[in-house]
């Protein structure tokens, strides 16, 4: 896991940092509905299941921006980490019960979906947070029983983090587009309101144009539903 260290001093965020890591600590979160038509008849065709797609091109937006993939090291110093992997839930109906674990990324669509489609079927009769998982992720997390407009997170931990937490919901029809509720929360050191918005408007371009972003692919070697 590679990773650089960021000198506070010279980095053009340094007043920003500070001030929303010391006397005013934001996290900003804001939920959109996304367009994921286009995504669901792409699945459909492919045989693919939704849920690992939508995690890579989550992924996929994630780790296309800097600001994104910042943290702590273990001496508690700033970091941009090379690229940072989904922790993600899966989860099980018979027992209600859900899994948390960490799939390592990678661009390459077809060897991620399959690596998530694997760890889901290894992980499936296992409960909780996994441990020993690599320190390089950010969160992922699906509400696929609701539509809501709007999602609130309430976060108490004792270990300061900088990842993006990202929740999506259920998709439903409406006006001819099926839409899903996403929500994105940021933390304000190294994210603004623009990168946020950033965000979302280039995961939509990505959905929209899903079968020319997944290059390479190869279906028929993939599980499905």
């Not at 509905?33 to 459909?44: H, N, S, Y």
Request: aromatic fraction near 14%; charged fraction near 25%.
């Amino acid at each position: 896991m590679q990773y650089t260290k960021i000198d506070i001093e010279t980095w053009d965020r340094k007043e920003l940092f500070r001030l929303y890591t010391g006397k005013l600590k934001i996290r900003m979160e804001l939920t959109v509905d996304m367009d994921v038509t286009k995504l669901l008849q792409f699945t459909k065709k492919q045989g693919l299941r939704f849920y690992p797609t939508m995690i890579w091109a989550v992924s996929k937006m994630i780790n296309s921006r800097e600001e994104f993939k910042y943290a702590y090291d273990e001496n508690g110093d700033l970091i941009r980490w090379e690229f940072v992997s989904p922790s993600y839930t899966d989860f099980n109906p018979e027992t209600e019960k859900f899994v948390k674990f960490i799939t390592e990324y990678t661009d390459d669509f077809s060897a991620f979906y399959n690596r998530v489609v694997e760890d889901c079927k290894k992980h499936k009769n296992e409960s909780g947070f996994l441990p020993n998982q690599p320190k390089n992720n950010f969160d992922i997390s699906c509400l696929p029983w609701v539509r809501y407009n709007n999602l609130s997170l309430a976060i108490e931990s004792e270990e300061k983090s900088l990842f993006p937490i990202v929740i999506w919901g259920k998709y439903q029809e409406e006006n001819g587009k099926m839409l899903m509720p996403v929500t994105t929360s940021v933390h304000h050191a190294v994210s603004d309101g623009f990168h946020l918005s950033r965000f979302f408007n280039e995961l939509q371009t990505l959905i929209d144009n899903i079968e020319q972003a997944i290059v390479g692919a190869c279906p028929q070697t993939m599980g499905k539903d």
